[in-house]
């Protein structure tokens, strides 16, 4: 079951996010943007979904201009392998068709490959790199038929 989070949800989001990323900020060096994100104002927006009651996993998305942006999806490390964060990836599909935008879009840490290739066997493709402050990220994005 994939649900809105609430406010009673932030402790776990913020403990799953910092155990999900802080092997990536040893790799990169620095703070993955996620990690920084304000997770309160995010759930108030409507922005974070949530797998379940504990949650195990989560997933910030946020309607554009005909393009629905995946801003973090992240599932607890002792989860992986499960099949949640597909799960996630799939509502966010569904979400995106119901909201009738026709895109979905993310953007991830170049070195973050095991990501970047999940993303392209789910038929996302790659349409730029930008430097964001010494982090250099790839934007992906994938067409909704």
């Known amino acids: 079951?994939?649900?809105?989070?609430?406010?009673a949800d932030r402790p776990r989001i913020e403990?799953?996010?910092?155990?999900?990323?802080?092997?990536?900020?040893?790799?990169?060096?620095?703070?993955?943007?996620?990690?920084?994100?304000?997770?309160?104002?995010?759930?108030?927006a409507?922005?974070?979904?949530?797998?379940?009651d504990g949650p195990?996993?989560?997933?910030v998305l946020i309607p554009e201009d005909g393009t629905l942006l995946i801003e973090n999806v992240a599932v607890a490390p002792d989860r992986h392998g499960q099949g949640i964060g597909r799960?996630?990836?799939?509502?966010?599909?569904?979400h995106a068709r119901t909201l009738t935008?026709?895109?979905m879009r993310l953007y991830t840490n170049e070195l973050m490959t095991t990501n970047i290739?999940?993303?392209?066997?789910?038929?996302?493709?790659e349409t730029s790199r930008e430097d964001i402050g010494g982090r250099y990220v790839?934007?992906?994005?994938?067409?909704l038929a």
């Open 1 to 7: 079951m994939i649900r809105p989070a609430t406010q």
């Open 15 to 44: 403990t799953i996010v910092e155990a999900a990323y802080t092997p990536w900020a040893e790799l990169i060096g620095a703070r993955p943007i996620p990690m920084d994100a304000d997770y309160g104002a995010q759930i108030g």
């Open 46 to 52: 409507g922005q974070v979904f949530v797998t379940g």
């Open 56 to 59: 195990d996993g989560l997933i």
């Open 87 to 94: 799960a996630l990836l799939s509502f966010a599909e569904q």
């Open 101 to 103: 935008l026709p895109r």
């Open 117 to 125: 290739a999940l993303y392209e066997r789910l038929g996302y493709r």
């Open 138 to 143: 790839v934007h992906m994005a994938k067409d």
